[in-house]
């Protein structure tokens, strides 16, 4: 068994641009930026407006997102006071009833954190990421974590396959107190600019969903239907309807000194933890007229000679080329949302040689794309989500959102509807996503209403590499609480997942934000496993 921490968490940012090089990435800083202060400052990061119903719903979604209380931190605390990883150990529990492990049964793991004096951790919120892998069967499954809240961790397995098997944990540090800091202080960290122009007069100004300021300062921009809020400083020369482009503006944050030396590579990021006692086991078939252990360890599924098998039911087929096509024959696919389903659409264009692409001379971040498959009669739209995005610069009226353009589309049985919403929301207030969710739901569930046999697959957040830059602005911690609360508010609506965060974490490939082509195959089969359950082509 191998255990390896990696500690996703902030870093401090110098007043000047260079590059950093550490062997976790290469990443170049922006200069950090001042805002004037500005008086009598009014937060638009309010939320007053919300129905007593959407109030409720925020109240039960803060509870699915409850994190264990991690220390405060002095202004001269100690690193020696923190999470160690070397110092770190996890045991493998023997088994219940004793005996060989066998095909079925539950994989206990115990995990104790222990600081730089080699101390135990008296209190919980370390994030864990565990995984069981085999690389001779290409083998893989997520784990599942639980914190005691004392410095001690389990990770259960369900263990679904023969043979030899390992345990990898991904952890970053304590500093989640530092994250829920920055969340709470610095939600404007990520800032974006707008130009608005008017003849040969032409200003650019800041923009986002949470400013300070006085109001008179502002131009609303909130969406009418959505009711989705959207604000940026005014331009001294020119009105507010002379905004003609959205994009990202940069990055900005302050760390205290003592901060810093949280977010060390190599000390606590991306460290592995070390075994106490035997790093593998062996797993026996299991006998036919035996019966696996009762688990609690529930994966969407696992992989096994390189191919996902769902856990939920669903028959994952494997698909070329020639079999995508077949599928999707007569079928309008239409792509909502971030980079990493504008991935899926690059797939499906490079992967069908008929499929071919028309220039609508638009973003190729946020688009919108075409594709159309003239003789399958097959058509494969891109539209990005609407702003937070972090893109380049696009039109405005380009700037569509999700649960507007659900609203417009017809649906049937020959249309596929794919949602993924979530990488561009991790610095502000979870709010402001639930929110978001909240409207594409509402309107998922109208397209339903009027076009029930319409396929609706949701694409899940990830985990990814870490960069210094990422674990400010885009920490796993980050995308897992958005995560919980993406399934949630889908829970009980007449979706299908596509589970990116397990395919990505049991798989032996680095985490990326972007994965690489097998895991994303792997996500476009269980796509089209949705669309056409019954493969007989």
Same mark, same amino acid.
């Given at each position: 068994?191998?255990?390896?921490?990696?500690?996703?968490?902030?870093?401090?940012?110098?007043?000047?641009?260079?590059?950093?090089?550490?062997?976790?990435?290469?990443?170049?800083?922006?200069?950090?930026?001042?805002?004037k202060?500005?008086?009598?400052?009014?937060?638009?990061?309010?939320?007053?407006?919300?129905?007593?119903?959407?109030?409720?719903?925020?109240?039960?979604?803060?509870?699915?997102?409850?994190?264990?209380?991690?220390?405060?931190?002095?202004?001269n605390?100690?690193?020696?006071?923190?999470?160690?990883?070397?110092?770190?150990?996890?045991?493998?529990?023997?088994?219940?009833?004793?005996?060989?492990?066998?095909?079925?049964?539950?994989?206990?793991v115990?995990?104790?954190?222990?600081?730089?004096?080699?101390?135990?951790?008296?209190?919980?919120?370390?994030?864990?990421?565990?995984?069981?892998?085999?690389?001779?069967? %290409?083998?893989?499954?997520a784990?599942?974590?639980?914190?005691?809240?004392?410095?001690?961790?389990?990770?259960?397995?369900?263990?679904?396959?023969e043979?030899?098997?390992?345990?990898?944990?991904?952890?970053?540090?304590?500093?989640?107190?530092?994250?829920q800091?920055?969340?709470?202080?610095?939600?404007?960290?990520?800032?974006?600019?707008?130009?608005?122009?008017?003849?040969?007069?032409?200003?650019?100004?800041?923009?986002?969903?949470?400013?300070t300021?006085?109001?008179?300062?502002?131009?609303?921009?909130?969406?009418?239907?959505?009711?989705?809020?959207?604000?940026?400083?005014?331009?001294?020369?020119?009105?507010?309807?002379?905004?003609?482009?959205?994009?990202?503006?940069?990055?900005?944050?302050?760390?205290?000194?003592?901060?810093?030396?949280?977010?060390?590579?190599?000390?606590?990021?991306?460290?592995?933890?070390?075994?106490?006692?035997?790093?593998?086991?062996?797993?026996?078939?299991?006998?036919k007229?035996?019966?696996?252990?009762? =688990?609690?360890?529930?994966?969407?599924?696992?992989?096994?000679?390189?191919?996902?098998?769902?856990?939920?039911?669903?028959?994952? %087929?494997?698909?070329n080329?020639?079999?995508?096509?077949q599928?999707?024959?007569?079928?309008?696919?239409?792509?909502y949302?971030?980079?990493?389903?504008?991935?899926?659409?690059?797939?499906?264009?490079?992967?069908?040689?008929?499929?071919k692409?028309f220039?609508?001379?638009?973003?190729?971040?946020?688009?919108? @794309?075409?594709?159309?498959?003239?003789?399958?009669?097959?058509?494969?739209?891109?539209? #990005?989500?609407?702003p937070?995005?972090?893109?380049? #610069?696009?039109?405005?009226?380009?700037?569509?959102?999700?649960?507007?353009?659900?609203?417009?589309?017809?649906?049937?049985?020959?249309?596929?509807?794919?949602?993924?919403?979530?990488?561009?929301?991790?610095?502000?207030?979870?709010?402001?996503?639930?929110?978001?969710?909240?409207?594409?739901?509402?309107?998922?569930?109208?397209?339903?209403?009027?076009?029930?046999?319409?396929?609706?697959?949701?694409?899940?957040?990830?985990?990814?590499?870490?960069?210094?830059?990422?674990? @400010?602005?885009?920490?796993?911690?980050?995308?897992?609480?958005?995560?919980?609360?993406?399934?949630?508010?889908?829970?009980?609506?007449?979706?299908?997942? =596509?589970?990116?965060?397990?395919?990505?974490?049991?798989?032996?490939?680095?985490?990326?934000?972007?994965?690489?082509?097998?895991?994303?195959?792997?996500?476009?089969?269980?796509?089209?496993?949705?669309?056409?359950?019954?493969?007989?082509?």
């Amino acid at each position: 068994l191998f255990f390896s921490f990696s500690f996703f968490v902030p870093f401090f940012l110098l007043a000047y641009p260079f590059v950093l090089h550490i062997n976790c990435k290469t990443f170049p800083f922006q200069n950090k930026v001042s805002l004037k202060p500005t008086a009598q400052p009014v937060s638009t990061c309010s939320f007053d407006l919300l129905s007593p119903e959407e109030l409720l719903v925020f109240d039960s979604l803060r509870d699915v997102i409850l994190w264990p209380e991690t220390p405060s931190l002095k202004s001269n605390f100690s690193l020696n006071d923190t999470s160690d990883p070397r110092q770190s150990s996890f045991t493998i529990l023997p088994r219940t009833g004793r005996g060989n492990w066998r095909v079925g049964d539950q994989l206990h793991v115990s995990i104790r954190i222990r600081d730089f004096h080699g101390r135990p951790k008296k209190s919980g919120g370390d994030v864990l990421l565990a995984r069981l892998h085999n690389s001779t069967f %290409h083998a893989g499954v997520a784990g599942h974590v639980v914190d005691h809240r004392n410095g001690s961790y389990s990770a259960f397995f369900s263990l679904l396959w023969e043979g030899r098997a390992q345990v990898e944990v991904i952890h970053p540090s304590e500093a989640v107190t530092v994250l829920q800091k920055l969340t709470e202080e610095q939600p404007d960290r990520i800032y974006f600019n707008s130009l608005f122009q008017s003849g040969s007069v032409s200003e650019t100004t800041i923009c986002n969903v949470c400013l300070t300021g006085t109001q008179q300062n502002f131009c609303k921009y909130t969406d009418l239907r959505t009711g989705e809020p959207w604000f940026c400083f005014k331009p001294h020369k020119l009105d507010c309807d002379a905004r003609i482009s959205h994009a990202k503006g940069g990055f900005r944050q302050n760390l205290q000194a003592t901060e810093e030396k949280l977010f060390q590579c190599g000390v606590n990021m991306k460290v592995s933890i070390p075994a106490l006692g035997p790093e593998n086991i062996d797993v026996l078939p299991n006998p036919k007229d035996g019966k696996g252990m009762t =688990v609690k360890a529930r994966p969407s599924g696992y992989y096994y000679k390189g191919a996902w098998q769902a856990l939920d039911g669903t028959r994952v %087929h494997q698909f070329n080329s020639s079999t995508i096509s077949q599928c999707l024959k007569g079928k309008a696919v239409h792509i909502y949302g971030d980079s990493t389903v504008r991935q899926w659409y690059e797939y499906l264009t490079n992967s069908l040689p008929d499929l071919k692409e028309f220039d609508l001379l638009t973003s190729k971040q946020s688009g919108p @794309l075409m594709a159309l498959d003239y003789v399958n009669k097959i058509l494969v739209t891109f539209r #990005s989500h609407g702003p937070p995005i972090r893109f380049a #610069s696009s039109p405005v009226s380009q700037l569509h959102y999700v649960a507007n353009e659900l609203d417009s589309v017809i649906g049937g049985t020959n249309t596929v509807v794919v949602i993924g919403v979530w990488s561009h929301f991790s610095t502000f207030p979870v709010e402001v996503y639930i929110r978001r969710l909240l409207n594409i739901r509402k309107a998922v569930v109208r397209l339903l209403s009027r076009a029930p046999g319409t396929t609706v697959v949701i694409r899940t957040a990830n985990p990814k590499e870490m960069t210094l830059y990422e674990s @400010l602005t885009n920490s796993d911690w980050f995308s897992l609480q958005r995560d919980k609360i993406l399934r949630e508010i889908f829970r009980k609506t007449n979706v299908r997942l =596509v589970d990116a965060w397990e395919m990505i974490l049991a798989h032996h490939l680095p985490h990326k934000l972007h994965p690489e082509s097998d895991i994303v195959k792997n996500m476009i089969d269980v796509l089209l496993s949705f669309v056409c359950p019954v493969a007989d082509f």
